[in-house]
């Protein structure tokens, strides 16, 4: 197959910002399935997370190939894989809920102010951030392999660093 080299005609502000809300939408939605998935989950045995894990792998490819095809598909797929990470996770959350409630509902609002915040960052913003997107993906990489070289090696104070660059 060969790739359409032509450049796509430059979309209008309005057009961007349907399209931001379109996509804040579904993270709403598939953090919602998420949810409901991590709740039907709540009494599953941990081993049955890894099949859940694999099965939302699954997902993830099937949802790259489904997105040149159909929407439809392609957000069934998407609002699929969050339930299935939802059932993945469901043990582990139980597991915290049993042992330190405080710590989940944390997370949990912390994640929602970290996503609801950026959103409207944003939104909000005027500028093409685009440009930015190979040295974040970069960084993202680097805070990775941090958080495995420090799951095996004593750094001091290494999670301190890590929470400071999450």
Request: proline share 2%.
């Amino acid at each position: 197959m060969i790739a359409d080299t032509t450049a796509s005609p430059a979309i209008t502000r309005d057009e961007s910002r349907a399209l931001f809300a379109q996509t804040m939408g579904l993270v709403a939605i598939t953090t919602a399935f998420f949810a409901l998935g991590a709740y039907l989950g709540r009494d599953m045995a941990y081993q049955w997370g890894w099949l859940w894990f694999i099965a939302a792998l699954v997902c993830l490819v099937a949802l790259n190939g489904a997105v040149r095809r159909s929407e439809q598909l392609a957000i069934g797929l998407l609002l699929t894989f969050g339930l299935v990470m939802g059932l993945a996770t469901a043990p582990t959350i139980a597991y915290y809920v049993s042992t330190n409630p405080q710590a989940v509902w944390q997370a949990g609002g912390a994640t929602a102010l970290f996503i609801a915040g950026f959103g409207a960052a944003g939104y909000a913003t005027r500028r093409d951030l685009s440009n930015l997107a190979r040295l974040l993906f970069v960084a993202l990489l680097g805070l990775i392999i941090f958080g495995i070289v420090t799951i095996f090696v004593r750094i001091p104070n290494g999670d301190l660093i890590y929470v400071c660059w999450d």
